[in-house]
């Protein structure tokens, strides 16, 4: 009972990504029929649709699709700040016996991939691609692994999650330092002195929402006119919030008893409205349940639902519609290689690592999870999709036929790894109780 009790809050979590996994998929068969039929042209006239504000002294004027990619995913990144701030204080990677698993996982992940990319690529003009194969979608894979029910067990959910989140913090390190444009020094040391100020007050033990929120756009935007990647600034946002309550359960349970209490007792005006008495109790009801919360689990649990059904679906809807088409030119090289970094790369470099850490006594493997069953979970994080597609765009921004290519590659390898991994991990084992 105890452990299904602890259980309940991750599995909720799996529950979410993995359908989030289907509206992904959803969103990348329309894009592409979209992008391929007769209203093909109505496609890309929506996503380079310009909307912004300009004046004499400030512009900000976008293209659709760059509100998406620089705007919505900076809410993605901020959640995923989220996530590894609460995995590195409180979950699977706040000891180096529990991140020692993912994280040599998540080092041949991102190691090996990479290694072969630049050893295949032979263009000098696609060598900047080399970050794509890096990451893993989380919500596809988890997506597949749902698809096999119970034959998965839930550590191997578990260590795919957390080396996905260790990947994800490696490809925001990539982003910050190779794929940032021109820098420019005044702004950017503006918007960190203004997380400077919000950490110190996070430290303090002040926290507000609205004030959040106020001083995260003038960040997101100092950060977007500096040349740094605004969704940088998603990350760093995150690092602000507190993951601490004010108050301990005893207090607020006997907080509780006496409103409950308060409002039994408070004047009835057999209306369907409420008496002023019971409109305060329900206002200090609210403010001690905002002090029992604490603040970054709260906002994770509001962003995740919005992230998971919204963003990253728009997202996909958005990036996903390649052109495919005889008259389009399309890097066959770049693809080629993409897909062998993905589908090899993670494959074969996330049990390679993992064998020789675990051959050292560096790793301890939980004891329901075989190595075949590891070789299928690498297969599957082979699946790249959106910080995959997020980065190509990075990558080849002045290139749109190379951005044609990549996502060609990573759609082609993403699918061909999910195949593969599923088939391998139906194989490893019978059905497990989870």
């Known amino acids: 009972m105890i452990q299904k009790i602890v259980l309940t809050p991750f599995q909720k979590f799996v529950k979410i990504e993995g359908f989030s996994g289907i509206l992904l998929l959803l969103s990348t068969i329309i894009a592409l029929i979209w992008a391929n039929s007769a209203f093909g042209d109505t496609y890309n006239a929506l996503w380079n649709f310009e909307i912004g504000i300009t004046s004499e002294t400030f512009e900000l004027k976008k293209p ?18 989220l996530e590894i701030k609460r995995e590195v204080l409180i979950g699977e990677l706040n000891s180096l016996k529990k991140l020692a698993f993912p994280l040599f996982g998540a080092l041949g992940g991102v190691i090996v991939p990479v290694a072969l990319y630049m050893l295949l690529n032979q263009n000098p003009e696609t060598f900047k691609g080399w970050g794509i194969p890096m990451a893993t979608d989380i919500a596809f894979s988890l997506a597949v692994l749902n698809a096999l029910g119970k034959r998965v067990p839930l550590s ?143 906002l994770e649990h509001v962003l995740h639902g919005w992230v998971a059904y919204f963003i990253i679906p728009v997202f996909a809807l958005a990036n996903a519609g390649v052109l495919i088409d005889s008259s389009v030119a399309i890097e066959i090289p770049l693809v080629i290689n993409i897909i062998i970094c993905l589908v090899l790369g993670k494959g074969l470099g996330i049990p390679l690592v993992v064998l020789i850490a675990k051959k050292l006594n560096l790793v301890q493997i939980p004891i329901d999870i075989n190595f075949k069953q590891i070789i299928g979970v690498s297969f599957i994080a082979g699946i790249g999709f959106t910080m995959a597609i997020f980065i190509a765009g990075l990558a080849f921004v002045s290139s749109p036929e190379y951005i044609s290519s990549a996502k060609i590659g990573i759609l082609l390898g993403s699918l061909i790894s999910a195949i593969l991994g599923y088939f391998i991990l139906r194989s490893a084992a019978k059905k497990v109780n989870v």
């Not at 659709?64 to 700040?81: E, R």
């Open 156 to 298: 191997l959910k578990i260590f795919l999650i957390a080396f996905a989140i260790v990947d994800d913090i490696e490809a925001v390190l990539v982003i910050a330092i190779f794929y940032s444009g021109a820098i420019k020094t005044t702004l950017l040391l503006f918007g960190l002195g203004l997380l400077a100020v919000l950490y110190f007050i996070s430290y303090k033990g002040f926290y507000s929402k609205f004030l959040l929120f106020f001083v995260g756009i003038i960040v997101w935007l100092l950060f977007l006119k500096s040349g740094v990647h605004p969704t940088v600034a998603g990350i760093l946002l995150a690092f602000s919030v507190p993951i601490r309550q004010k108050i301990d359960v005893a207090t607020f349970a006997t907080q509780l008893e006496k409103i409950y209490t308060d409002i039994k007792n408070a004047t009835n005006l057999k209306k369907p409205i409420l008496s002023k008495e019971q409109i305060e109790h329900l206002d200090d009801l609210e403010d001690w349940s905002s002090k029992f919360q604490s603040p970054l689990q709260h």
């Open 64 to 81: 659709l699709i760059l509100w998406i990619n620089d705007g919505l995913m900076a809410i993605f990144f901020f959640l995923i700040g």
